[in-house]
Structure formats: C-alpha cells, structure tokens
C-alpha cells in the first residue's frame, strides 16, 4: 500500500486534517508537524513522490526548501511544486501586495515568498542543490478558487485564516484603517469573480507548476 505523509508547520490543521483521515480509515494517509525548509525528520531518500502545492513557498529559510525536497525524494523520482507568480494579475499576488501596504515592512533581507514563481530563482535553488538544469521543467497552469459561496463570504474566510490578510487586517485595525482595507480586498474580489451567480464565486489563477524529476 502506498504511504502518503503531509508536512504542515500549523499544528492545529495537522490536527484538523488527521481526524477525518481516521474517522474514513485512511490509515496510509498521515498528517505531521513540521517545516518545509527543515524536514530534520524525515529520512534521505524516502519519498517517490514530493508535492507542494502553495505551502513550501511560505517557509521562513526559503533557501533551504529545494535542498530539502531534493535530499528527501528517492533518485529517479519527482518534486512537483505550484508556486504563485509574482506581478500576475491573480487573485492571491494582488491579496499579498494590497496587504503589504496595511502592514510594516518586512526585516532586512527578507527574501519574497514571490519569487518562487521565478524560472531563474528556482533553476538557481535547485542547481544549489545539486539538480542539473535540464532535470527542471515549468508550465503555467491555473488554480481556481470555486466556493458556493458570495465572493464577500470568501473574503470573510480569507480575513479570518489566511496568515497574511489576518496580519494586514490586525495592523489595519491598530491604525484604524480596516475599512480601507476592507474595501480594497472587496472590489479585488468581486472583480476577479467570474461566477455568473451573486451565491457562488469562482476566481482563476495562474501560477507556475515546478517539475523536477532526479
Ligand atoms: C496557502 S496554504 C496551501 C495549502 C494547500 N497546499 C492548498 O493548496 O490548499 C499554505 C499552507 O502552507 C503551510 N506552511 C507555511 N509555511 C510552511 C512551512 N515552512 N513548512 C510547512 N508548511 C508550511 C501553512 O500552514 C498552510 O497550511
């Protein structure tokens, strides 16, 4: 049977999401906690397959992610990653940049989660470590955020979960700016909103699919 392991750095959605993968049986599916650019757990060499779709991009030693993912997944195998571009006119690159200007600027030599978007920065990460350049490969491809659902219900969602919406909305507020805010993330939602219907939303993005194969 194959094994599949989830690493989050959230402990309360490790949580979350291993529930249901006991209530339906799942006993191949397993969640844990842990950080995409320190996998110190886990052994070389021990996955066939290594997905992160929008996750391992967020990582605080971005730079150490793609020597993770390489020394983790078995020779001959495949790292796939979906990582949001940056200067798209897409849903989540337009969240990042609005929220950025409610919230203070990042510390000296913070490196942008954005640039894991960039064919360059990745073909330079993973020769890093040690990937030959023709072993990596890109393709746009697109995401799409479909809720049954009023896009104003999303943005709720998004102001409650989404790590960096909730640290622009709690700055906004300290400098009473929510509204501002707000409003700004309303019309970007409802433009973006391709849904014919007022109860559902259904928003299209780009963003760049990341094949390495070892
Ligand atoms: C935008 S969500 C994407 C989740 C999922 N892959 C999807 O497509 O719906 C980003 C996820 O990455 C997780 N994350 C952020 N930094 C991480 C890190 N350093 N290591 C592991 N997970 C991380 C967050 O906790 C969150 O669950």
Redesign the pocket.
């Known amino acids: 049977m194959e094994e599949v392991l989830g690493?989050?750095?959230?402990r309360n959605?490790v949580e979350i999401g291993n529930r249901p993968a006991r209530e339906h049986g799942l006993i191949n599916c397993t969640l844990q906690e842990?950080?995409?650019?320190n996998l110190h757990k886990l052994p070389d060499q021990s996955f066939d397959l290594v997905v992160?779709?929008?996750?391992?991009m967020?990582?605080?030693n971005l730079l150490e992610v793609a020597k993770e993912q390489v020394r983790v997944t078995r020779l001959g195998r495949r790292i796939v990653m979906g990582n949001w571009i940056p200067n798209e006119p897409t849903l989540v690159e337009k969240i990042l940049k609005i929220s950025s200007t409610y919230t203070p600027p990042p510390p000296d030599g913070f490196v942008s989660p954005m640039t894991f978007g960039i064919e360059s920065n990745m073909i330079e990460r993973f020769s890093n470590a040690g990937v030959p350049t023709e072993k990596i490969s890109f393709a746009r491809d697109t995401f799409s955020f479909s809720f049954p659902s009023a896009s104003s219900l999303v943005l709720d969602e998004f102001r409650k979960y989404y790590g960096p919406t909730m640290n622009a909305f709690e700055s906004a507020e300290k400098n009473c700016r929510a509204a501002d805010l707000q409003k700004e993330l309303e019309d970007l939602f409802n433009r973006q909103n391709e849904s014919p219907r007022k109860d559902a939303t259904s928003i299209r993005a780009t963003f760049l699919r990341v094949t390495v194969a070892l």
């Open positions: 690493v989050d750095f959230a959605l842990g950080d995409a650019s992160s779709i929008f996750g391992a967020f990582a605080p």
